[in-house]
């Protein structure tokens, strides 16, 4: 008798699995289902840092506000220079920064004047002090060096009155702040912050606290989503731990998608016997995609419920971090600025032979540091399984190997994108 064919379903195994789309697809796809946010509020500047703009910024004010002396030394008429040896100056006032000389000054005078200090009427050049020579009777002697307008801020130079400084939708860093802080700007008009809901689903987790019994993990996916999302500049809404349970996973699918512009949970993507995810999703919204080519994070599933955008992150430590920091963080930051950001991307000699699978998006956790010569090198950060969070602590950047990459030998520069500035 014939023995019946063996036949093995689709799995995370195979290169491409069967509806699975590309990295690529699913940033795009994520980006049509977002409408930018369009609320506001108004907030003190200084709590401005890591806010966006909900409106273009106009100054109202010329920066500086005055024309100025970018040096300690002395200030005269560009004219009164001499073309060539050395001439005498009488010092007829002193100008330090804040206050104003009512002298005009003529050739053959000058004003002793301080960085900041308003110029004198007549004057357009300054000298400075470590270049002229005091005389005893009180004379400055200058040489022939000097250019005409030298050391001289002038009005509006940094910033002109009614120009646009910075556009809607930008994020706030601290030299902003301080842009706006030198136009009088006390209070902004930012986008409020979106609101992610998140909870964990697994009937093995266990909160910190409790005893671990065989085959229980405390759950650390709340913990990292948090971190990220606080760090994101996210109001958090964190929903705790729902058991692999129909009906509670429904209810808590549906309250966090009225609560919130983005839901995010993690596990129960799968394949196996309690991963609902899907189901829930397909039966209360709309399932844009759950697999992508990409390792780890294949089972990745996004759609949205009611306005909010959903993404069932899996439950792999390693792969929920991974799949925020791909598209979950971009989609929050095209929430607020309407663009998705184009991240910082560097070129590193790999010290490692890496292997992959073509067809797929690999991500592996690695280790950038400088060389001998100060060349970027970058080597894995340890075992790559996905279920291994230390193999992202220990890291610094991701190694990022494209569809098209089938193996890295050592020497070979690829792509890595650092989380950390510090090496
Ligand atoms: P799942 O996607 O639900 O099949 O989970 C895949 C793996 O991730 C399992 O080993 C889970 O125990 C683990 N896991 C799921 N959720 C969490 C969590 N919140 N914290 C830590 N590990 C988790
Ligand atoms: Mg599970």
Not at 23 to 30: D, P, Y
Not at 284 to 289: E, H, R, S
Request: aromatic letters at 6%.
């Amino acid at each position: 008798m014939k023995e019946p064919e063996f036949e093995v379903q689709p799995s995370c195994a195979d290169v491409t699995v069967h509806n699975s789309i590309s990295v690529a697809e699913a940033r795009s796809a994520i980006q049509n289902q977002i409408t930018p946010l369009r609320d506001q509020e108004t907030v003190a500047i200084r709590s401005a840092l890591g806010r966006y703009l909900a409106c273009d910024c106009q100054s109202r004010l010329d920066v500086p506000s005055h024309t100025n002396s970018a040096m300690d030394g002395y200030a005269l008429l560009g004219r009164d220079l001499p073309s060539e040896g050395v001439k005498s100056y009488e010092v007829i006032d002193t100008v330090t920064a804040g206050n104003i000389s009512r002298k005009t000054v003529k050739a053959g005078q000058c004003v002793r004047i301080m960085t900041g200090g308003s110029m004198p009427a007549g004057t357009d050049t300054v000298v400075m002090q470590e270049q002229v020579q005091v005389m005893d009777d009180g004379l400055v002697r200058i040489d022939d060096r000097h250019r005409v307008g030298q050391n001289v801020r002038h009005i509006g130079e940094d910033i002109a009155r009614d120009s646009v400084v910075f556009n809607e939708g930008r994020k706030l860093s601290a030299a902003d702040v301080g842009v706006l802080a030198s136009l009088g700007v006390a209070e902004l008009r930012v986008k409020r912050r979106p609101r992610v809901a998140f909870f964990s689903t697994g009937d093995e987790l266990r909160s910190m606290g409790d005893q671990l019994e065989e085959g229980q993990v405390y759950d650390s996916n709340r913990y990292t989503l948090y971190s990220m999302l606080t760090t994101a500049g996210a109001e958090v809404l964190d929903m705790g731990v729902i058991k692999d349970d129909k009906e509670a996973l429904e209810e808590a699918f549906d309250s966090a998608s009225k609560m919130a512009d983005v839901v995010i949970t993690s596990g129960g993507v799968s394949v196996g016997e309690a991963d609902y995810t899907k189901e829930i999703l397909e039966r209360l919204g709309k399932m844009d995609f759950w697999s992508l080519a990409m390792k780890p994070g294949r089972p990745l599933t996004f759609g949205k419920i009611g306005n909010a955008l959903f993404f069932g992150l899996p439950g792999n430590p390693v792969a929920v971090m991974l799949t925020y920091m791909q598209f979950v963080e971009p989609a929050l930051r095209y929430f607020s600025s309407g663009e998705w950001p184009k991240l910082l991307l560097l070129k590193a000699r790999s010290e490692a032979k890496l292997k992959k699978k073509p067809g797929r998006f690999e991500y592996v956790r690695g280790i950038l540091s400088y060389d001998d010569e100060g060349d970027l090198t970058v080597r894995p950060s340890g075992t790559q399984g996905s279920g291994v969070l230390t193999s992202m602590s220990r890291s610094n950047c991701l190694v990022l190997l494209n569809e098209e990459i089938n193996v890295v030998e050592p020497g070979d520069t690829v792509t890595v994108q650092p989380y950390d500035v510090v090496l």
